[in-house]
């Protein structure tokens, strides 16, 4: 502000003493300062000094010149340094009497300048001069920056209102307009009423004092309150555009984080993957070494069993033996002694039917070995299926180790640490193996061991039988009978440890298959979990670009409908507007009527009653008319109502997405 004083000292040969101590007391920052020398009277040459000073960027951002008694020329000079005006957003010249040339150039400054949002030209005579105030009409027209205009007590005719109308058929920012104490009357308030149904930025319309009908101020009232709720509507759709427009761009990074979520997800599982398929492989291979361990086990069972057999076909001879024996020493009995004759017929009887049951029981243990024989037929069998199912397995792992190598070169270090893992853990399954293997062959040494016992206490029982048979013939059979109760024993204690033995690898053989099982299933299972999460990944896109389409279509009706409100809402209003003029012009004739008729009254009754029904439909119709009004104003209101639930819908709707997203993102990081 003190370069702008010293600016005006230099440009002025005799400044004025009291503009230069306002300049010094006005010591606000720039762009917010204000200019203000009002009342006070500014010669030509200090309008002349300021409209030089004025164009560009000023410090100030308010000029008020109210009551300055400001000449043409001077005002002249000054609006044509504001021409070029950046900063300056008010400027105030209300009282200066500025007529013809202040007009215009008030127009040229409108035409020009883009930065001033307020004019206040109260107290003035702009409308004495038709064509001066016509100018600055169009200029007004031509302005697309003004929002707030005060042309109070300018004298303004209905002509000057006509000229207004039509600069604000073309003004699109202009917000207020005080037009209070002219000489606007009914034309004019008519011309202003018209042009109001094009003009929809104008919020505020003074016309108070101006000899206009007080259904035009009602209707312009109408206009107000309807650009008014129409700029309240538009803030709405605009507000809500932006929140919608918001709520979409945090979707859109919500999923695309979720997104990248899943692909994190993704490609830990396929690190999950590969780190099973290594771990059912060493697991395989563990499987594979035990399935060779319990081979070369069944092996050794099978020649123990072999063993066994031949041990079984030596007592079965010797039994044999024995029986011919006994049929001799019978024979010899039978010859010696005829006097135990019957004894020993009986005798021989009873030797007969427990021959019987010997070569019974014989018979059954030798089907017995033929159904051990299958049996252990059957299990090579099933070692062999086995062995070719691990064969297809080993194939499967090496086509997928091949598959799996081009991944494995990534992840060196981490395998590094899993063979560590893995070593320790095949160390302690080693371990394990070595214990169970000792444990069985410690089982079996025992088992042999009882075994020989056993059959050496029968080697030992047969040689006493055989020397009781030599000294006591009498007692030969009894003997006998106790040797073959022993064997019998025997048999079925071995056949037993035989048939444990077996289930015992029986079992052993199943939890070796049922631990490959689940190792195949866990692949097959995350597999399942890969393709399911890709199956989630494709459907979530699939259902983030249907609500995209969903709110282009939302927003697209909404649009249209707004769009169809508005017009009806203006063919409803125009309608009124226009029913509303004719009964206007109605009234006028019937009041030209009411004066004739109070002239005429005696001579034209008949007239006056005709007249007065006419009135009286008028007036009905007038109510009609107004309760038709009052059924749109409601159908609009519910109109609003509607569109307002329907944005909430579609608030809530995206609200619920947002949170259903977000419960499922957390399940399948889960």
Same mark, same amino acid.
């Given at each position: 502000?003190? %370069?702008?004083?010293?600016?005006?000292?230099? $440009?002025?040969?005799?400044?004025?003493?009291?503009?230069?101590?306002?300049?010094?007391?006005?010591?606000?920052?720039?762009?917010? @300062?204000? $200019?203000?020398?009002?009342?006070?009277?500014?010669?030509?040459?200090?309008?002349?000094?300021?409209?030089?000073?004025?164009?560009?960027? !000023?410090?100030?951002?308010?000029?008020?010149?109210?009551?300055?008694?400001?000449?043409?020329?001077?005002?002249?000079?000054?609006?044509?340094?504001?021409?070029?005006?950046?900063?300056?957003?008010?400027?105030?010249?209300?009282?200066?009497?500025?007529?013809?040339?202040?007009?215009?150039?008030? @127009?040229?400054?409108?035409?020009?300048?883009?930065?001033?949002?307020?004019?206040?030209?109260?107290?003035?005579?702009?409308?004495?001069?038709?064509?001066?105030?016509?100018?600055?009409?169009?200029?007004?027209?031509?302005? #697309?920056?003004?929002?707030? *205009?005060?042309?109070?007590?300018?004298?303004?005719?209905?002509?000057?209102?006509?000229? *207004?109308?039509?600069?604000?058929?073309?003004?699109?920012?202009?917000?207020?307009?005080?037009?209070?104490?002219? #000489?606007? @009357?009914?034309?004019?308030?008519?011309? *202003?009423?018209?042009?109001?149904?094009?003009?929809?930025?104008?919020?505020?319309?003074?016309?108070?004092?101006? #000899?206009?009908?007080?259904?035009?101020?009602?209707?312009?009232?109408?206009?107000?309150?309807?650009?008014?709720?129409?700029?309240?509507? $538009? #803030?709405?759709?605009?507000?809500?555009?932006?929140? *919608?427009?918001?709520?979409?761009?945090?979707?859109?990074?919500?999923?695309?984080?979720?997104?990248?979520?899943? /692909?994190?997800?993704?490609?830990?599982?396929?690190?999950?993957?590969?780190?099973?398929?290594?771990?059912?492989?060493?697991?395989?291979?563990?499987?594979?070494?035990?399935?060779?361990?319990?081979?070369?086990? /069944?092996?050794?069972?099978?020649?123990?069993?072999?063993?066994?057999?031949?041990?079984?076909?030596?007592?079965?001879?010797?039994?044999?033996?024995?029986?011919?024996?006994?049929? !001799?020493?019978?024979?010899?009995?039978?010859?010696?002694?005829?006097?135990?004759?019957?004894?020993?017929?009986?005798?021989?009887?009873?030797?007969?039917?427990?021959?019987?049951?010997? $070569?019974?029981?014989?018979?059954?243990?030798?089907?017995?070995?033929?159904?051990?024989?299958?049996?252990?037929?059957?299990?090579?069998?099933?070692?062999?299926?086995? +062995?070719?199912?691990?064969?297809?397995?080993?194939?499967?792992?090496?086509?997928?180790?091949?598959?799996?190598?081009?991944?494995?070169?990534?992840?060196?270090?981490?395998?590094?640490?899993?063979?560590?893992?893995?070593?320790?853990?095949?160390?302690?399954?080693?371990?394990?193996?070595?214990?169970?293997?000792?444990?069985?062959?410690?089982?079996?040494?025992?088992?042999?061991?009882?075994?020989?016992?056993?059959?050496?206490?029968?080697?030992? &029982?047969?040689?006493?039988?055989?020397?009781?048979?030599?000294?006591?013939?009498?007692?030969?059979?009894?003997?006998?009978?106790?040797?073959?109760?022993?064997?019998?024993?025997?048999?079925?204690?071995?056949?037993?440890?035989?048939?444990? +033995?077996?289930?015992?690898?029986?079992?052993?053989?199943?939890?070796?298959?049922? =631990?490959?099982?689940?190792?195949?299933?866990?692949?097959?299972?995350?597999?399942?979990?890969?393709?399911?999460?890709?199956?989630?990944?494709? +459907?979530? =896109?699939?259902?983030?670009?249907?609500?995209?389409?969903?709110?282009?279509?939302?927003?697209?009706?909404?649009?249209?409908?707004? %769009?169809?409100?508005?017009?009806?809402?203006?063919?409803?209003?125009? %309608?009124?507007?226009?029913?509303?003029?004719?009964?206007?012009?109605?009234?006028?004739?019937?009041?030209?009527?009411?004066?004739?008729?109070?002239?005429?009254?005696?001579?034209?009754?008949?007239?006056?009653?005709?007249?007065?029904?006419?009135?009286?439909?008028?007036?009905?119709? &007038?109510?009609?008319?107004?309760?038709?009004?009052?059924?749109?104003?409601?159908?609009?209101?519910?109109?609003?109502?509607?569109?307002?639930?329907?944005? =909430?819908?579609?608030?809530?709707?995206?609200?619920?997405?947002?949170?259903?997203?977000?419960?499922?993102?957390?399940?399948?990081?889960?």
């Amino acid at each position: 502000m003190e %370069e702008f004083r010293r600016a005006y000292a230099r $440009l002025c040969v005799a400044p004025q003493e009291p503009v230069l101590r306002r300049l010094r007391e006005l010591g606000a920052a720039p762009g917010r @300062g204000r $200019l203000d020398l009002a009342a006070q009277s500014l010669s030509l040459e200090t309008c002349g000094a300021l409209g030089r000073l004025l164009p560009g960027a !000023a410090p100030f951002a308010e000029v008020a010149l109210g009551d300055c008694g400001l000449c043409e020329e001077g005002v002249k000079l000054l609006l044509h340094g504001l021409c070029s005006n950046t900063s300056v957003k008010s400027l105030d010249l209300k009282g200066n009497n500025l007529r013809n040339v202040g007009a215009e150039a008030l @127009g040229k400054l409108l035409r020009q300048n883009k930065s001033i949002r307020s004019l206040i030209l109260e107290w003035n005579s702009l409308g004495v001069w038709e064509e001066g105030f016509s100018f600055f009409c169009q200029g007004l027209g031509a302005n #697309n920056f003004l929002q707030q *205009l005060d042309l109070r007590n300018n004298q303004i005719n209905h002509q000057g209102a006509g000229d *207004l109308a039509m600069a604000l058929k073309q003004n699109a920012s202009l917000q207020e307009l005080d037009l209070r104490w002219n #000489n606007i @009357g009914l034309l004019g308030g008519r011309a *202003l009423l018209n042009c109001l149904h094009s003009n929809k930025t104008l919020k505020r319309l003074e016309l108070a004092g101006n #000899n206009v009908p007080s259904d035009i101020l009602k209707a312009v009232e109408q206009a107000m309150n309807h650009n008014q709720d129409r700029e309240t509507i $538009l #803030n709405e759709t605009q507000n809500r555009t932006y929140v *919608l427009g918001k709520e979409v761009l945090s979707l859109k990074d919500e999923k695309t984080k979720q997104f990248l979520d899943l /692909m994190d997800t993704i490609d830990k599982q396929r690190e999950e993957i590969a780190r099973s398929g290594r771990i059912s492989a060493a697991r395989v291979s563990q499987l594979q070494e035990a399935l060779d361990e319990q081979h070369s086990v /069944m092996n050794s069972l099978k020649a123990k069993l072999q063993m066994t057999e031949a041990a079984l076909a030596l007592s079965e001879q010797k039994v044999h033996n024995l029986g011919e024996l006994l049929n !001799a020493v019978k024979q010899e009995q039978a010859s010696m002694a005829e006097c135990h004759f019957m004894e020993l017929q009986q005798q021989k009887q009873e030797g007969a039917v427990r021959e019987g049951k010997f $070569l019974h029981e014989l018979s059954a243990a030798s089907e017995k070995n033929l159904l051990l024989r299958n049996q252990v037929d059957e299990l090579e069998k099933k070692c062999k299926v086995q +062995q070719d199912q691990l064969f297809q397995v080993k194939q499967d792992l090496t086509n997928r180790t091949a598959e799996l190598k081009l991944r494995a070169m990534r992840a060196e270090e981490h395998l590094e640490m899993e063979k560590k893992r893995f070593k320790q853990s095949l160390e302690d399954m080693e371990s394990l193996r070595v214990k169970e293997v000792g444990h069985m062959t410690q089982h079996i040494e025992t088992s042999e061991r009882s075994m020989q016992d056993r059959i050496q206490r029968l080697e030992a &029982i047969r040689i006493a039988l055989e020397e009781q048979l030599n000294q006591v013939k009498a007692a030969a059979l009894a003997e006998r009978g106790r040797a073959e109760e022993e064997l019998m024993k025997v048999r079925n204690q071995a056949r037993l440890e035989e048939r444990q +033995q077996l289930e015992h690898l029986e079992e052993k053989l199943r939890l070796m298959t049922e =631990s490959r099982n689940e190792a195949q299933y866990c692949c097959i299972k995350q597999k399942q979990m890969i393709a399911e999460a890709q199956a989630k990944a494709n +459907q979530l =896109s699939l259902h983030a670009d249907g609500l995209r389409r969903r709110l282009e279509e939302l927003q697209q009706d909404l649009k249209s409908k707004e %769009e169809e409100k508005v017009t009806e809402v203006n063919k409803v209003k125009v %309608e009124l507007q226009e029913h509303i003029g004719h009964l206007q012009a109605e009234r006028t004739a019937q009041d030209g009527l009411r004066e004739k008729i109070a002239a005429l009254e005696r001579q034209l009754k008949a007239l006056s009653s005709s007249h007065r029904e006419a009135l009286l439909d008028k007036e009905s119709e &007038i109510s009609v008319l107004l309760e038709k009004l009052r059924t749109k104003e409601a159908d609009i209101s519910r109109m609003r109502e509607e569109e307002a639930q329907r944005a =909430s819908f579609l608030q809530n709707a995206i609200m619920a997405y947002v949170q259903g997203s977000s419960l499922g993102t957390h399940s399948s990081r889960k």
